[in-house]
C-alpha cells in the first residue's frame, strides 16, 4: 500500500539534499539538525566563511519559505554572534511520476519508496532586512 511522505519526512530529505549541495560546493559541514523549529539546519564553513543555513522545504506547487521575520532576525543575530553569515535554502518536492504525466494535483503528494523531483536554486543569504540571493558562495 503507497504511504505518502509525511511533513517531517520531507523536511529531513531537503536538509540531507541541502547538506549534499553544500558538500559538493566545498563546505565541510559541522554540524547538521533535521529538527525544523531547531536553527539553524546546517553549520558549515568554506573557505574560512562560517554558514548558518535555515532550510525548508515544502510540498508542490510551493516552496519552502521562512516562517516569519522572527525567524529571519533571528537566525541573522546568531549568525553574527559567532562571525558568520546566515543563509536560506528552499525547496520544493514533487512526486516524480505525476509531474512526468503532468498531473498538477497529484505532484504536491510523494509517496514513500517512489521517486520524488526537487527543485532548489542554491542558498539565499539572510539578512535582518530580508532575503539576498547569494551567488558564488
Same mark, same amino acid.
Given at each position: !500500500?503507497? /504511504?505518502a !511522505?509525511?511533513?517531517?519526512?520531507?523536511?529531513?530529505l531537503?536538509?540531507h539534499?541541502?547538506?549534499?549541495?553544500?558538500?559538493? /560546493?566545498?563546505?565541510?559541514v559541522?554540524t @547538521?539538525?533535521? #529538527?525544523? +523549529?531547531?536553527?539553524?539546519? @546546517?553549520? &558549515? $564553513? +568554506?573557505?574560512?566563511?562560517?554558514?548558518?543555513?535555515?532550510?525548508?522545504?515544502?510540498?508542490?506547487p510551493? $516552496?519552502?519559505?521562512?516562517? #516569519?521575520?522572527?525567524?529571519?532576525?533571528? =537566525?541573522?543575530?546568531?549568525?553574527?554572534?559567532?562571525?558568520?553569515? =546566515?543563509? %536560506? &535554502?528552499?525547496? $520544493?518536492?514533487?512526486?516524480?511520476?505525476?509531474? $512526468?504525466?503532468?498531473? /498538477? +494535483?497529484? !505532484?504536491?503528494?510523494? %509517496? +514513500?519508496?517512489?521517486g520524488?523531483?526537487?527543485?532548489?536554486?542554491? *542558498?539565499?543569504? *539572510?539578512?535582518?532586512?530580508?532575503? !539576498?540571493?547569494?551567488?558564488? @558562495?
Open positions: !500500500m503507497r /504511504e !511522505m509525511t511533513e517531517a519526512e520531507i523536511h529531513r531537503g536538509v539534499i541541502v547538506r549534499e549541495e553544500l558538500q559538493q /560546493e566545498g563546505w565541510i559541522l @547538521i539538525n533535521v #529538527n525544523p +523549529k531547531v536553527n539553524p539546519q @546546517i553549520i &558549515a $564553513r +568554506k573557505n574560512g566563511t562560517l554558514g548558518h543555513v535555515l532550510v525548508r522545504t515544502a510540498r508542490h510551493n $516552496r519552502g519559505a521562512v516562517e #516569519n521575520d522572527h525567524v529571519v532576525r533571528g =537566525c541573522a543575530a546568531h549568525a553574527q554572534r559567532h562571525n558568520a553569515h =546566515c543563509y %536560506f &535554502a528552499g525547496l $520544493r518536492v514533487s512526486h516524480a511520476e505525476s509531474a $512526468r504525466l503532468h498531473d /498538477e +494535483k497529484a !505532484m504536491g503528494i510523494p %509517496f +514513500k519508496g517512489e520524488v523531483l526537487v527543485a532548489y536554486a542554491g *542558498l539565499e543569504e *539572510l539578512s535582518p532586512d530580508g532575503i !539576498m540571493t547569494a551567488r558564488g @558562495i
